[in-house]
């Protein structure tokens, strides 16, 4: 299993990025996923998920500003920030979680940085 995250960069407060998770070696479409961000000297936090059948969940912090979306013809999952905020600094990372029938079988992405700052 593969997710390449990518899109992340420097932007300034109130501006806007769209990560992108490139994900091969699973059957995407029974899958769910996450994107997850750790900030120097913080614990990993989730972000947001999103099921297999598009339901969505968010972290207080982001809800009304980030918005995560799948795309199973591409085999991709997208977190579109907006109104970006200092606070939201930190290395994004996506993950994927698929119930075999016995475990969650959890699979990470590399980081990718967000920077906001002016």
């Known amino acids: 299993v593969q997710l390449q995250a990518s899109g992340g960069g420097l932007v300034q407060p109130g501006g806007s990025l769209r990560l992108s998770c490139a994900v091969s070696?699973?059957?995407?479409?029974?899958?769910?996923f996450g994107w997850y961000r750790q900030a120097p000297g913080n614990e990993r936090e989730m972000v947001a998920t999103i099921t297999t059948g598009r339901n969505t969940n968010y972290a207080d912090s982001v809800k009304a500003r980030f918005t995560i979306s799948r795309d199973n013809a591409r085999n991709m999952v997208y977190l579109q920030m907006n109104m970006l905020k200092p606070e939201d600094t930190a290395v994004y990372l996506c993950?994927?979680?698929?119930?075999?029938?016995?475990?969650?079988?959890?699979?990470w992405g590399q980081g990718t940085l967000v920077t906001v700052s002016s």
């Open positions: 993950n994927s979680a698929r119930w075999d029938g016995g475990s969650w079988q959890i699979n």
């Open positions: 070696g699973i059957d995407f479409t029974a899958t769910a």
